[in-house]
């Protein structure tokens, strides 16, 4: 059931900005974009979500493509305590509730 | 947002017995969700705990291994029965609330 398409794993030095990209290609047009992290199974993080506009809050910007088929997470001075698995979600909110978690992309910040 | 606590944090149990997990929200919410998430997998929804009516299962977890509750709009629990090793897992409850879904931390359940 995953809809997304995200690299297995990236890595990242610490104070530069780590951009971690989404495929979903096969995107409605009433699904959102929603990102989660997990860090070392701890319960998942909500991160950021967005339509079609760019989106920005105090943890991370969202960047979506005009054509809405990817997207771009940014952390933009990543730290060693952003190590965790990140997920790329698309849904339409609160229908059914579930969300379809893939695998996800192992990110790793290095000092 | 919302603030999930989930008892117990973590425990180790016999094959055979059951464990209920607790889960409570700082918030009166409409939807309740229980995941689990089996050692280096991604989570999986078991079910929507549907307040006032029957627990919606998804394909694979049927009512009699893991009876769900939910008494009222704050708090619903997860019962594994008659567990074995193959329950080993992280469960994890979230709520959603306005259009975004929030985790609480997890039960890590070791079954020997």
């Known amino acids: 059931d995953a809809k997304t398409t995200q690299p297995t794993s990236m890595d990242c030095a610490e104070g530069r900005a780590a951009n971690l990209p989404c495929n979903h290609s096969t995107i409605s047009g009433n699904e959102y974009v929603y990102w989660y992290r997990q860090i070392h199974s701890q319960g998942p993080q909500y991160i950021i979500h967005g339509l079609k506009n760019n989106e920005t809050n105090e943890m991370a910007s969202l960047i979506i493509t005009e054509d809405r088929k990817s997207s771009t997470l940014i952390l933009p001075h990543a730290t060693l305590r952003d190590t965790a698995v990140y997920y790329c979600?698309?849904?339409?909110?609160?229908?059914?509730?579930?969300?379809?978690f893939g695998r996800g992309t192992q990110l790793t910040v290095w000092p | 947002s919302a603030v999930i606590s989930q008892k117990p944090s973590r425990d180790i149990c016999q094959r055979g017995t059951s464990l209920t997990i607790q889960c409570q929200v700082d918030?009166?919410?409409?939807?309740m969700f229980w995941y689990r998430q089996q050692p280096g997998q991604s989570l999986t929804l078991i079910a929507t705990?549907?307040?006032?009516?029957?627990?919606?299962?998804e394909s694979g977890f049927v009512i009699d291994k893991f009876p769900i509750s939910r008494p009222n709009l704050t708090f619903s629990t997860l019962t594994v029965s008659n567990m074995s090793p193959e329950d080993s897992s992280i469960y994890l409850c979230?709520?959603?609330?306005?259009?975004?879904?929030?985790f609480g931390p997890g039960t890590r359940l070791t079954v020997l």
């Open positions: 918030s009166q919410v409409t939807m």
């Open positions: 979230s709520v959603e609330t306005g259009d975004t879904q929030y």
């Open positions: 705990a549907n307040q006032g009516s029957e627990a919606t299962y």
């Open positions: 979600i698309v849904r339409v909110p609160t229908t059914l509730g579930r969300l379809y």
